[in-house]
């Protein structure tokens, strides 16, 4: 026996052990936060005579409550149970406190403490209000009191704040068991996902000396299609329809761009051309892409578990799904040595796939991938690798995010061949800036008047591609 009489057992066996564990767990220092320090004792037992708390009482009342909360559930292993199961035992743990010891807080204040407190728990704490804004793609917690988000391609501070870094680090626990992932000191980063798909990687001591970090990546509950990219300026129509046709026709394609530039969303969109009768494997570190095709099966990579064993890799989903019978191969980020099973893919009868690298042009792109081919550990010669990616790949889909937030092609290059060691490259769309008005850049989408030679193959199987698409200038929009 133990704990003033109660059965010390294990709550997975028994749910309503924790539940009555937690309603009476510490009730004599509870009965200490009766006394609001604004208002003088009541007479008999010194109750606080104001219907109501103030908000700073409110909020203390709710992080004492919160702590003592997290931790018992977290002693009694339940971080990872099934959401039902710890929202009855937070709401067994809070409303008979609150009734019972007659704290200061009205009936409207006592319910929403208790959602708050079960939101807190099972969720992202007082990231909550942020999450739910559907304008907001990126949270970032530098520190407690330091949030920002991104709104509209814009970074903008925000009034959420967190008690202290002890809170930051239970949300950031919350988020990691909720997943069967594990931070700590021994393993102090983790690429993380939530429920609803979101990406998180967070960080604490001693990677971060100052404290933990979050970092976010918002997906919306639905993607961007591509009428719509077109609607906000990504890119113009006749751009929109020359890459449907070489995705619907089997090229295959390359997204490039920097980080946050749209590159996953732009991929979502693009794949809307492959045919609903064609089988998809999508291979991607953290699942985020959105596919409309039934025939679609994912894969994600895995890193190692605190044992160091369980780790799966991009590279070897790569090698697993040409088992797989697929007819398109989407690699979401091509980060490693599986960039050069990739292109062996798409050089041995698995065209038509599609993937994105993190660079900062067309001809940076390739140079990345030379360099991850390297990172598969075969001593390759430059030229051998450099024939591979030229013969795999066929466009190159750049996208940038201006100064003032708007995501764009920049550029759609074909590659063309090799002239020595040198890959030859061609623009065949590009968005040329005229300058800056009221924060909103100018600039016009168009064609730079070179036919691809691609154009040819796409009219052999059964494309209209009318020549007036290249002709220079006749594509002109503003974005």
Not at 124 to 131: D, E, K, N
Request: net charge neutral; glycine share 10%.
């Amino acid at each position: 026996m133990a704990d003033g009489g109660r059965r010390d057992v294990n709550t997975r066996d028994d749910p309503g052990a924790l539940r009555r564990r937690l309603r009476g767990a510490k009730a004599d220092e509870i009965r200490g936060w009766q006394r609001s320090p604004a208002a003088p004792a009541a007479a008999g037992g010194g109750r606080p005579t104001e219907k109501g708390a103030s908000p700073k009482r409110s909020m203390h009342l709710k992080a004492e409550l919160q702590g003592r909360l997290l931790d018992e559930i977290s002693k009694r292993g339940l971080l990872a149970a099934d959401d039902g199961e710890i929202a009855g035992a937070v709401e067994d743990f809070a409303r008979p406190l609150l009734e019972e010891e007659a704290l200061a807080l009205n009936e409207e204040e006592r319910e929403r403490l208790v959602e708050e407190l079960v939101e807190e728990t099972l969720g992202v704490g007082p990231l909550a209000p942020l999450m739910a804004d559907p304008a907001v793609t990126d949270v970032l917690v530098n520190s407690p009191d330091e949030v920002y988000v991104e709104r509209f391609g814009r970074l903008e501070p925000t009034e959420v704040r967190f008690r202290d870094s002890a809170h930051l680090l239970r949300v950031v626990e919350r988020i990691a068991a909720r997943v069967g992932r594990r931070i700590d000191a021994a393993s102090p980063m983790a690429d993380l996902r939530l429920p609803d798909g979101s990406r998180v990687n967070a960080t604490i001591p001693p990677a971060t000396p100052d404290g933990p970090t979050l970092s976010i990546r918002r997906f919306g509950r639905r993607r961007l299609r591509a009428g719509e990219l077109q609607k906000l300026g990504a890119f113009s129509e006749t751009m929109g329809a020359f890459l449907g046709a070489a995705v619907r026709h089997r090229l295959n394609l390359l997204i490039s761009g920097g980080t946050g530039a749209g590159k996953s969303t732009l991929l979502g969109a693009l794949a809307e051309s492959i045919s609903a009768t064609e089988r998809v494997v999508t291979i991607e570190d953290t699942l985020e892409l959105i596919l409309d095709q039934e025939n679609w099966v994912r894969l994600e990579a895995r890193p190692a578990n605190i044992e160091g064993r369980g780790r799966i890799t991009a590279r070897d989903l790569v090698i697993n799904s040409l088992r797989m019978r697929p007819d398109r191969v989407i690699v979401g980020e091509v980060r490693g040595g599986e960039a050069l099973d990739m292109l062996q893919a798409m050089n041995t009868g698995h065209d038509g796939s599609l993937g994105t690298v993190h660079a900062n042009s067309p001809r940076d792109a390739l140079s990345r991938l030379e360099t991850m081919v390297l990172m598969a550990g075969l001593e390759l010669p430059a030229r051998a690798i450099r024939e591979q990616i030229v013969s795999a790949l066929d466009l190159i889909v750049h996208v940038e995010r201006f100064e003032d937030g708007v995501r764009r092609i920049s550029t759609v290059t074909e590659i063309v061949g090799l002239e020595g060691d040198t890959p030859l490259l061609q623009d065949i769309f590009a968005f040329e800036r005229r300058g800056l008005e009221r924060g909103r850049v100018l600039g016009d989408f168009g064609a730079t008047g070179i036919v691809p030679r691609c154009a040819t193959q796409l009219r052999q199987r059964g494309t209209e591609v009318p020549p007036a698409w290249f002709s220079k200038r006749a594509d002109a929009r503003r974005g």
